[in-house]
């Protein structure tokens, strides 16, 4: 077989990507040597199987004390897949990543004092959309393979993965690379998972980092971008917000974008060629807004292109988790879907049918059961000297601690440290037979607490995180009380959801603490309302209130209900109210992008307010419509200046370049009462010709309105 010059060079250069220097350079084959090795090793790539040098060169350097390897050319495909294999040793590791699974599998189980064989993970409900784009039917597929099949095509992609604080992300995480080491050989999956400790540096630092750990000490870190970037290598990335700082994102959709951005770029530089990067993160607007929309449009508009596909995890549903029997229980029984949690539902899913039933007396109180059921075998299992009260006072403490510090892990021996110091003099009145540095230690072995990565210690999860605070909170234990100030929205955020699951009085009461104790932002103060009070409490001024943010739907609640509960020209975007009663006497100026009532009722009249984009069951008749003539002064109005106007704001500079708009940030150009009142008119009447298609907050100019742009709009020498 002739090889041409060129494509030697290219299997020249491959070799030496792998840290190989070309010996020989001949007609019927080429010997490359492996250079800062222990023991001297070549490859003999043979062109011409049937030629009689590779015995003689075989035996050459044999003699010599080469390790000699022999490779048939089949292509350069065929090549880089030996290298790849050889060096990444692709089938051990996945029998590694095999093993990692299988102990995250048995971990779950120990919750419930299972084996790890009864290990199932619970295909989650979802949404997903592709490049902004909304898929029909969506949810329809488990959705681990949903995400595997979107990764197996040869364009470069980004897989965004959002759901609430404990809602499954690492638990799918897992179930992809599980897929991954089942199904595909060729493919070595780079899992890494983050967790904010006081040390936490840069993406890009973490990204370097931990090639170094993860990957062969001879293997430079170009070569492992360079197969990240051909496909070879998927990036999963679990907790991507862990990087974010305190105050970030406060639940708004107008967060300072520069620190995604600067993370984010690192990533894309990774999304070129065939590469795969999976980011899961929790609940978050800042995937939402302009910001991110403008930062993708700009980046495939120039020399590449890659497309993000971003899937939102739904709320659990019983009939997932629970047999037959037990779904139909609570059906029967009428008891709601609030306690919908991830952990409790695996709780529900593995207790016995004796734990069960007692649960059905009182399900207000399913929380304290799980936690019951958790702390009185570590008593056992640990011989710990502390009741279960003791117990979570201890933790709740250490909770307090992680929020005021906002992380979610720590070394060993910090948490160790932490553990003794806040809580010594209980530590110190039990140790009779140990020394307390020994209890202590024995406390970092808790079965509420897991290890973060390779060195540090967290929580296990999110809920038992949040509850822990919940309850810190409401004891308003003195000495916590500057790290409760301290607390940002993420953690808030987590306490808030594990709060909405436990019973009345409680959420009643972690409420009237958490706004003596915390910092709330507007946003926050208004979902822990929701949340925690089924209603809004507290006046509300040019907020943004975003669904990406706490859990959706709303439901059975009051909105604006009372004379000192008011909005003001405040936005909601991307939120299911289902069987609320709004008072819209109290409600003036707003906006609702994207928002869907079911079952609501209302006081007062919608008109003050403006809806883009939002849905309603027709016989609810909840959004009031707008008399033509009440609208503005027809003499003033130019319909065809007004269409021109906003459909100009759809392309970049040159008209050519289209771009997507978030409504929510558009009408915010047309800021006057009559410029806002004339965009609703023609956006509406934009929409419904077929020029505008919207998803969500986000619109879309179509060809139509391209072609409609593009024609002389005026014949009166108006541009």
Excluded at 520 to 535: C, E, N, R, S
Excluded at 659 to 672: A, H, P
Excluded at 676 to 687: C, D, R, Y
């Amino acid at each position: 077989m002739k090889i041409e010059i060129e494509e030697r060079e290219k299997i020249w250069k491959l070799y030496e990507q792998y840290g190989y220097r070309v010996e020989e350079n001949c007609e019927d084959y080429m010997i490359f040597a492996l250079e800062n090795v222990m023991y001297p090793a070549v490859d003999i790539l043979v062109f011409d199987d049937q030629s009689q040098e590779y015995e003689r060169k075989r035996n050459e350097y044999s003699s010599s004390g080469f390790g000699v390897r022999k490779t048939v050319y089949d292509g350069l495909d065929s090549i880089e897949n030996y290298l790849f294999a050889g060096f990444f040793r692709v089938e051990a590791v996945n029998k590694q990543l095999e093993a990692n699974y299988d102990r995250y599998a048995a971990k779950q189980m120990k919750v419930y004092h299972k084996d790890k064989s009864e290990y199932r993970y619970i295909p989650i409900p979802y949404t997903v959309e592709t490049n902004f784009f909304e898929e029909s039917g969506t949810g329809s597929q488990n959705i681990v393979n949903s995400i595997y099949n979107n990764m197996q095509g040869d364009r470069p992609v980004l897989i965004i993965i959002e759901a609430a604080a404990g809602y499954g992300k690492t638990s799918t995480a897992y179930e992809l690379i599980h897929k991954y080491t089942q199904e595909h050989k060729n493919v070595r999956p780079f899992f890494m998972e983050l967790s904010k400790d006081r040390t936490a540096s840069n993406f890009h630092y973490l990204l370097l980092s931990q090639i170094e750990q993860q990957f062969d000490i001879l293997l430079k870190n170009d070569i492992v971008l360079h197969n990240i970037k051909q496909g070879r290598i998927p990036l999963i990335i679990d907790g991507f917000d862990e990087l974010l700082s305190a105050d970030l994102d406060d639940g708004g959709v107008n967060a300072d974008f520069k620190e995604v951005e600067t993370m984010l770029s690192t990533i894309s530089d990774l999304l070129t060629n065939h590469s795969k990067v999976v980011l899961t993160t929790r609940k978050t607007a800042i995937f939402s807004g302009q910001s991110f929309l403008d930062w993708y449009a700009e980046r495939v508009s120039y020399s590449f292109s890659f497309d993000i596909i971003r899937y939102q995890l739904s709320s659990p549903t019983f009939h997932d988790w629970l047999d037959a029997s037990r779904c139909k229980t609570f059906r029967d029984r009428n008891i709601g879907s609030s306690i919908a949690n991830p952990v409790l539902m695996g709780y529900l899913r593995y207790i016995d049918d004796n734990e069960f039933k007692s649960i059905l007396q009182n399900p207000s109180l399913l929380t304290d059961k799980f936690f019951n059921f958790m702390l009185k075998r570590e008593i056992e299992r640990q011989d710990l000297p502390f009741s279960v009260n003791e117990q979570f006072q201890i933790l709740s403490r250490l909770a307090a601690l992680f929020g005021g510090y906002h992380i979610t892990s720590d070394s060993r021996a910090s948490v160790k440290q932490s553990l003794l110091e806040l809580n010594r003099d209980l530590i110190e009145q039990k140790a009779v037979s140990k020394e307390p540095e020994s209890i202590a230690n024995t406390l970092t072995n808790h079965a509420l607490l897991d290890r973060k990565g390779t060195e540090n210690i967290g929580f296990l999860n999110d809920f038992i995180f949040g509850t822990l605070f919940m309850h810190s909170i409401i004891k308003n234990d003195a000495d916590m009380k500057d790290y409760y100030a301290e607390t940002s929205y993420p953690f808030l955020e987590k306490a808030i959801l594990a709060a909405a699951v436990t019973d009345k009085d409680r959420r009643i009461l972690f409420y009237d603490h958490l706004r003596k104790c915390c910092t709330l932002t507007g946003p926050l103060q208004f979902w822990a309302g929701l949340k925690l009070m089924g209603m809004t409490l507290g006046s509300f001024s040019d907020l943004s209130f975003d669904a990406g943010s706490l859990y959706n739907p709303v439901e059975n609640c009051f909105i604006a209900n009372g004379n000192d509960n008011c909005f003001l020209m405040c936005s909601f975007s991307n939120i299911c109210f289902s069987h609320c009663h709004f008072n819209f006497h109290q409600i003036d100026s707003c906006t609702f992008i994207n928002c869907k009532f079911d079952n609501c009722t209302k006081e007062g009249s919608t008109l003050s307010c403006e809806f883009y984009n939002c849905s309603e069951r027709p016989e609810n008749h909840f959004i009031d419509i707008i008399p033509v003539e009440t609208i503005d002064d027809v003499s003033t109005y130019d319909a065809d200046y007004w269409r021109y106007k906003i459909l100009s704001t759809f392309t970049k500079v040159g008209g050519r370049s289209r771009r997507m708009r978030m409504i929510s940030k558009l009408r915010e150009e047309f800021g006057s009462k009559s410029g806002n009142l004339n965009f609703k008119k023609t956006f509406a009447s934009l929409m419904a010709d077929g020029f505008i298609f919207c998803n969500g907050d986000k619109a879309f100019i179509t060809d139509e309105g391209m072609h409609l742009l593009n024609t002389n709009f005026f014949t009166d020498g108006r541009v």
